[in-house]
Nanobody, 119 residues
């Protein structure tokens, strides 16, 4: 069982930055691929970025490329999402998820952290 707790969301103006964190409870954190997902009102949950267990491989959705950076610190059981040049369309509830492999549906989810970008 892996418990995930996101933090770092908030209200920011367009063009601003936020850094999301996702802290995991499990000692096996380093064996999971991790991903950030988001869900806006009335829309389906979508992937934003993911990272392999080692951090050696990453994936970004087109909407995130060039603006967001995913990283992880296995010693701290934490994965991060640095978000720069934020746009109003980035407004959503952001979740982290833990998967056996990149691209797989997460086995575990956090409760989400709200990101609101004002224009």
């Amino acid at each position: 069982q892996v418990q995930l707790v996101e933090s770092g969301g908030g209200l920011v103006q367009a063009g601003g930055s936020l850094r999301l964190s996702c802290a995991a409870s499990a000692r096996t954190f380093s064996t999971y691929a991790m991903g950030w997902f988001r869900q806006a009102p009335g829309k389906e949950r979508e992937i934003v970025a993911s990272i392999s267990w080692s951090g050696g491989s990453t994936y970004y959705a087109e909407s995130a490329k060039g603006r967001f950076t995913i990283s992880r610190d296995n010693a701290k059981n934490t994965v991060y999402l640095q978000m720069n040049s934020l746009k109003p369309e980035d407004t959503a509830l952001y979740y982290c998820g833990a998967s056996r492999q990149m691209g797989w549906v997460p086995l575990y989810w956090g409760q989400g952290t709200q990101v609101t970008v004002s224009s």
